[in-house]
């Protein structure tokens, strides 16, 4: 009776963290941000990576999820590393702007967030990507 009960708590354990890792993973949202001039979704996709205006947060299905005012955008240098890091943070995989400086770049790679360099209307530059993948 007793290897029973163990057998069953060893069981009831297992699929429990089973379970808590696959919805950790279902929870996990790809999200795109983009370097933006304007917080609306109409606004144009910013030339600077670093020093936007704003940032647009998009999830994997090209959802409008929120605009933040870009928090070093006013700082006096290496605003690319801290965005990329700020970005890391938000959970973003895909970041657009206009363009990206060499540390900028360093930056989003070493945490691992693709870039691609986009001009135009946020979101449509967002929904015409998410049709290609």
């Not at 941000?33 to 647009?56: C, D, H, M, Q, W």
Request: contains cysteine; hydrophobic residues 45%.
């Amino acid at each position: 009776m007793c290897c029973k009960n163990i057998r069953r708590y060893f069981l009831v354990a297992f699929f429990g963290l089973f379970i808590a890792i696959s919805a950790n993973s279902a929870e996990e949202i790809v999200a795109i941000a983009v370097a933006a001039n304007n917080p609306g979704t109409g606004a144009t996709i910013s030339e600077k990576s670093g020093r936007a205006a704003y940032f647009l947060f998009f999830d994997n299905s090209g959802n409008f999820l929120a605009a933040e005012k870009n928090p070093f955008a006013a700082i006096r240098g290496g605003a690319g590393p801290k965005v990329a890091g700020f970005l890391s943070d938000k959970g973003v995989t895909l970041f657009l702007a206009g363009e990206f400086g060499a540390k900028m770049e360093r930056a989003l790679s070493s945490y691992k967030i693709k870039y691609i360099s986009q001009t135009g209307v946020a979101h449509e530059i967002v929904q015409a990507i998410i049709r290609e993948r």
